[in-house]
């Protein structure tokens, strides 16, 4: 655990430049120095096409779903990309992070792009802290690299009434490749079968509103019963 958030901590300033298109070559991977470069000129090249589209269809999301004074949790919250979206759109917005780095650049981001809203900084681990109370829940990019996924939805579910989240698809072929060849797993993500997530749902008296498949995974509309 400890490590896995040091990771955070030292590249999340550079997370949000994947949604630019610009260079990703500053995120540090462990191992050597010329396979971090090769990476970032062959599949991270990629990434940063899949991290537009992602951005775009979260937009979209919290378009359609967030009204004036809706109370939207950014779960993992990160440079506050959405939390700033959602801010924009008159929601009261809890941005969480476990990551002091995260919440500082979120801080910034939304003092400069949105600095009217109404916001609460929370450095939490959405798997093992109280969360607060929201209309709407948002975890893009999160989940895979939880390490306890019963833990995050008994956190989250209870507190909040729709949950818009991205997993990562085991059964996907570039994850199976992931799993034969651990080298390319270069973040130490983590996936979720969507029999796994549905039970989760099931136990908590949830209920799957729409799944679409996105990259190498699916995000998942999900409310309770
Ligand atoms: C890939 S970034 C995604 C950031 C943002 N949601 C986005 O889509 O741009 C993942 C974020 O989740 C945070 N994170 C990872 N595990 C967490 C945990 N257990 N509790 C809280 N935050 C966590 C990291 O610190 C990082 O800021």
């Known amino acids: ?68 004074g809706t109370t939207f949790s950014d779960l993992g919250c990160g440079t506050g990309i959405f939390t700033v979206q959602a801010l924009q759109k008159g929601a009261k917005v809890n941005a969480i992070d476990f990551s002091k780095s995260a919440l500082e650049i979120t801080q910034r981001n939304v003092l400069k792009y949105a600095p009217e809203g109404e916001i609460l900084f929370q450095q939490a681990d959405v798997q093992a802290d109280e969360l607060p109370e929201s209309d709407i829940s948002l975890a893009m990019g999160l989940t895979p690299y939880l390490t306890d996924l019963p833990a995050f939805m008994q956190h989250v579910l209870p507190k909040t009434k729709l949950l818009y989240c991205l997993f990562i698809d085991p059964s996907h072929w570039a994850n199976r490749l992931r799993g034969l060849l651990p080298f390319l797993n270069v973040r130490g993500l983590r996936c979720h079968a969507k029999s796994q997530v549905d039970k989760l749902y099931a136990q908590h008296g949830w209920r799957l509103v729409q799944r679409r498949v996105f990259a190498t995974g699916y995000i998942d509309l999900a409310t309770k019963n």
């Open 1 to 68: 655990m400890k490590l896995y958030k040091q990771y955070w901590e030292e590249n999340i300033a550079q997370w949000g430049e994947l949604y630019l298109d610009i260079s990703h070559g500053h995120e540090k991977f462990s191992g050597p120095v010329w396979y971090s470069s090769a990476y970032h000129a062959s599949i991270g090249r990629l990434e940063r096409k899949l991290m537009a589209q992602r951005y775009e269809i979260t937009k979209a999301f919290i378009d359609q779903y967030v009204k004036p």
